[in-house]
């Protein structure tokens, strides 16, 4: 971060890893760096249906429907924190524009998966029992946070998931009421990079949102 006179006035995110618990920081984070997503949702037909979600996704992108894809949201939290009642997947992908204009082509991702079965359902499509939608890059923040994905796996089948800090910061710029519950849920599992958080913050200008947080939901807490 550049200092000088103007840095010193702008809010800081305190991100220091002394004022968070971490009471679940052993049993959540240890299960998604052993790469076992039956550590967190267990040898159900929910976890083996999702196993076949990933692999029809992976398809895709070596069949070359798509590029790049990182799943976030709730289920990408769910990779960190403790199971939650989400009932579809967040996957964000590189679209195709049409040609000479700034509308998305997803004519051929939804051939691809209709012409195997799977049916939309609104702004989803259902791929083994699993509501999906597929969505783009919106914003520099979710084209960075595509870009480092970590991978990860789920039943031994390979997948994108994007980085704790950038779920936080994705949260706290969309800012709805269950976003900032997903924060502070980030906080109380200790599995967030406070230094690379503290820099993410910065980089996309959301450090004065952050305080806006701090103050309402974390001030007198630690």
């Known amino acids: 971060m550049v200092s000088g006179a103007c840095d010193s006035a702008r809010p800081r995110p305190r991100v220091r890893d002394a004022d968070w618990p971490v009471s679940n920081k052993a049993a959540c984070f240890g299960a998604w760096r052993t790469g076992s997503f039956e550590a967190l949702f267990g040898a159900s037909h929910k976890g083996m249906r999702m196993k076949a979600t990933i692999e029809t996704i992976n398809q895709m992108q070596a069949d070359g429907v798509i590029g790049r894809y990182a799943i976030g949201g709730a289920v990408g939290a769910t990779f960190y924190l403790e199971p939650s009642a989400t009932l579809d997947i967040d996957v964000f992908v590189s679209f195709q524009n049409v040609d000479g204009t700034a509308l998305l082509d997803l004519s051929p991702l ?64 969309t800012g709805r009421a269950k976003d900032h519950t997903r924060i502070l849920q980030f906080i109380e599992s200790g599995t ?13 200008g959301l450090l004065a949102k952050w305080a806006q947080f ?7 807490t630690a």
């Open 110 to 173: 939804y051939r691809y998966l209709t012409a195997r079965g799977c049916q939309a359902k609104g702004e989803h499509i259902v791929i083994a029992d699993w509501p999906v939608q597929f969505l783009p890059p919106g914003n520099p923040l979710v084209a960075e946070a595509m870009e480092q994905a970590v991978k990860t796996d789920v039943e031994e089948v390979p997948t994108w998931v994007m980085t704790a800090e950038h779920l936080v910061a994705i949260a706290l710029q």
């Open 192 to 204: 967030i990079d406070t230094d690379k958080l503290d820099l993410l913050l910065s980089r996309h």
């Open 214 to 220: 701090e103050e309402r939901f974390l001030d007198g």
